[in-house]
């Protein structure tokens, strides 16, 4: 048993942190919350250039023929940066809409929630999208319609939407700790403060535990270890979110400090997979299913 | 990424399941929890057939996974837990083996792995608990001798123990960390008394200790003199490393009992408790992942437990307090009745965190250690 990432993955990992530092920085994403519902499609390029869509796809087939372990690390890069647009959606079509493995083609899918996202946006939408009506979206990098009609989701999806929720996790731990390493109050680093170091800790261990259930699932693909990534992923990001927001005391309430971006994108998220019951039940109806 | 098993540790498995089925049908009758001595007899008869079977030093000679292969293996089968085999195979050996000379490496280590000698801890006092380092129980040179006055608390399985690893100041002097020394002091020595305390739950697992001018001679000292507090840390790096392996398998066979139970009397038909469960569920497979995750880490890295453990023990006391709450959820008004089956384990549960570490003490090390936050006082 080696459940550790190995080189490939560490480099894979690496370039994708280090494609989206540079295409989508801090100056990128305050220009795109300055311009809500606008589709960067020069970077969606470059994301299909690079194999983001693709990466699941069989060489074959022109795609990179990795698989999902490789799929879950790219959406953490993607969470932890907060990059905009109908990834999940696209990602999932490359094998059957053209032009989406190549980021040419802008896909969006119809959710298990009746919720459609970057709908205006989308060249293709898969699902029912009749009857959509728009609405005014809490996250201003996720603009949303709602549909009568909502769709199944696939595991995949549940998966890599966990991804994001981790890294969006991930992120949000290291901003609250630069900042309580840095800021002073009482004439010394609010770090020091318990109450506050203890915010911390719990952040790590919500994301550490999150990232133990979400990288064990891309490795079985096993329904119940899908249904576990997606709680403690959920929990890891809305919570860090919030204690991280809490830890930016006055500045963590502003339109400018990125954190109510990641708290935002972690609700549209909790939604995105269906209703969080619906792993709780099925989680529970495996307590009965099997002995361990 | 993997979560398969090499074919060497697919056969370790299988040998040992063999095995396990093999011995464990003749095991003699779990004692009482009351009865010391038998209990005393039970755990070291269990590590004798481990040594014999040639498992003995499963703990620190085997790498991390087979290890982790070892523990979810035995309790699985619902083998006996290494009960009073805890302090000597999980702490004072592995200090021993690390830090030892050659002599006491074979003095006090075959006895241990043969299931012969008992072991205790005797480091929280009276006045030093989370502060451990702020401890008082004073030791003087006398001749060959270092003669220790002081007291201890807390002590678990102090009863039925034939050694302590005992923590004493040496130099009285020195900043609080650097006058401590690391003693093995034979429990039969005259000026030892040993007070039971009764724990919440009713049992008496741990104890006070009194010393009054016990003689512990310097051959027993491990480490240099004042370098104690160093010794020291190996040891609890060892005690938060693969030390919860089979209770979070445990746990999740009770939660699957927790289920059928609640099936059987109704229960069940609350969706709040069956998504309560289901949650839990979420929990310990997180939690065995997570276990899976930080062995796999200390295979990379040679050996050592990390500050991991402490991300993992957070987690872990607080899930395991769940648990037992849930399962008082599931029984309504007769989880007030001790007769029924984990009620006394919930009582039980409430010590997770605070043996070992409290669970703030846990969050200053996460806090300080890995994430660098500026330490307090
Ligand atoms: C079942 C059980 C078995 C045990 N077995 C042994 C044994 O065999 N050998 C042994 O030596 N010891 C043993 N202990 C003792 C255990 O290690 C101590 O209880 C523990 O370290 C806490 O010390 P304390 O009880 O003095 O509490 P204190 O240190 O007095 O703590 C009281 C409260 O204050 C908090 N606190 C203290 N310092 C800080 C701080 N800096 N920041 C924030 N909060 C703080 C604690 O978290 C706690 O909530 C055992 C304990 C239990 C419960």
């Given at each position: 048993m080696r459940f550790q990432l190995t080189e490939d993955q560490r480099a894979l990992q690496g370039g994708v942190r280090e494609l989206l530092a540079r295409r989508f920085g801090r100056e990128e994403l305050r220009a795109a919350v300055d311009a809500p519902g606008c589709l960067d499609r020069a970077l969606w390029r470059e994301l299909g250039a690079v194999g983001f869509f693709a990466l699941r796809l069989p060489e074959v087939q022109g795609g990179v023929g990795l698989g999902l372990p490789e799929a879950v690390l790219a959406f953490e890069e993607a969470g932890r940066t907060l990059l905009p647009g109908p990834l999940m959606a696209t990602h999932l079509a490359a094998a059957e809409v053209p032009g989406a493995a190549t980021g040419e083609t802008v896909v969006a899918d119809v959710g298990a929630c009746g919720l459609v996202e970057w709908l205006a946006a989308a060249d293709v939408v898969r699902g029912d999208a009749a009857g959509a009506v728009p609405l005014r979206s809490v996250d201003p990098l996720t603009p949303l319609h709602r549909v009568p009609v909502a769709r199944g989701v696939d595991p995949v999806a549940v998966l890599l939407t966990a991804a994001e929720q981790l890294g969006s996790a991930t992120r949000a731990c290291e901003l609250a700790v630069q900042h309580a390493r840095a800021r002073e109050q009482f004439g010394q680093p609010?770090?020091?403060?318990q109450a506050v170091k203890h915010l911390c800790a719990e952040m790590l261990v919500r994301t550490e535990t999150a990232r133990a259930a979400v990288y064990a699932a891309a490795v079985t693909a096993d329904p119940a270890d899908i249904d576990t990534a997606r709680l403690l992923a959920d929990e890891a990001a809305v919570r860090g979110a919030r204690d991280c927001l809490q830890v930016h005391g006055?500045?963590?309430?502003?339109?400018?400090?990125?954190v109510h971006l990641h708290l935002k994108r972690a609700w549209v998220r909790t939604h995105r997979a269906g209703d969080a019951t619906e792993s709780e039940e099925n989680l529970a109806a495996e307590l009965l299913a099997q002995p361990i | 990424m993997d979560l398969t098993y090499t074919p060497e540790e697919q056969e370790f498995r299988a040998r040992l399941r063999e095995w396990l089925g093999k011995v464990l049908p003749v095991l003699p009758p779990k004692p009482s929890p009351d009865d010391w001595p038998g209990r005393r007899a039970y755990d070291l008869g269990w590590q004798r057939r481990l040594h014999d079977a040639g498992y003995a030093d499963v703990h620190w000679d085997a790498s991390p996974t087979m290890r982790l292969i070892f523990l979810e293996e035995t309790e699985k089968a619902g083998a006996p837990y290494v009960g009073a085999g805890f302090v000597g195979l999980l702490h004072a050996g592995p200090t021993i083996a690390a830090e030892g000379t050659p002599e006491q490496r074979a003095r006090w280590l075959p006895p241990i792995l043969r299931g012969e000698e008992v072991w205790c801890q005797g480091f929280s006092e009276p006045d030093a608990g989370s502060d451990l380092a702020a401890l008082r129980t004073r030791a003087r040179r006398d001749g060959d001798d270092y003669v220790v006055s002081g007291s201890k608390i807390w002590t678990s399985h102090a009863e039925v123990a034939d050694w302590c690893e005992l923590l004493v100041r040496t130099d009285p002097e020195a900043p609080k960390h650097r006058g401590i020394s690391w003693l093995a002091m034979p429990m039969d020595a005259p000026g030892i008394t040993v007070r039971p305390l009764k724990t919440l739950a009713g049992s008496a697992e741990f104890a006070e200790v009194f010393l009054d001018e016990v003689r512990v001679p310097?051959?027993?000292?491990?480490?240099?003199?004042?370098d104690g507090w160093r010794v020291t840390m190996v040891t609890l790096s060892f005690e938060r490393g693969t030390a919860f392996v089979g209770e979070v398998v445990a746990c999740r066979r009770v939660l699957r009992e927790l289920a059928g139970e609640a099936r059987k009397n109704g229960r069940w038909d609350d969706p709040v408790l069956r998504r309560r469960l289901g949650r839990l569920n979420a929990e310990f497979r997180a939690l065995w992942r997570l276990t899976q995750w930080n062995v796999s880490e200390a295979e990379r890295t040679g050996g050592v437990p990390g500050v991991g453990g402490s991300v993992f023990k957070l987690r872990y006391s607080h899930a395991r307090q769940e648990l037992y709450d849930a399962a008082a959820d599931v029984w309504g008004?007769?989880?007030?009745?001790?007769?029924?089956?984990w009620v006394l384990d919930r009582l039980s549960s409430l010590s997770y965190t605070i043996a070992a570490g409290t669970s703030q003490i846990q969050r200053n090390i996460v806090a300080e250690r890995i994430l660098g936050l500026p330490k307090g006082r």
């Open positions: 609010i770090g020091g403060f006055g500045m963590g309430f502003t339109w400018e400090f990125e | 310097v051959a027993n000292r491990v480490g240099d003199e004042n008004p007769d989880s007030l009745d001790l007769d029924r089956p």
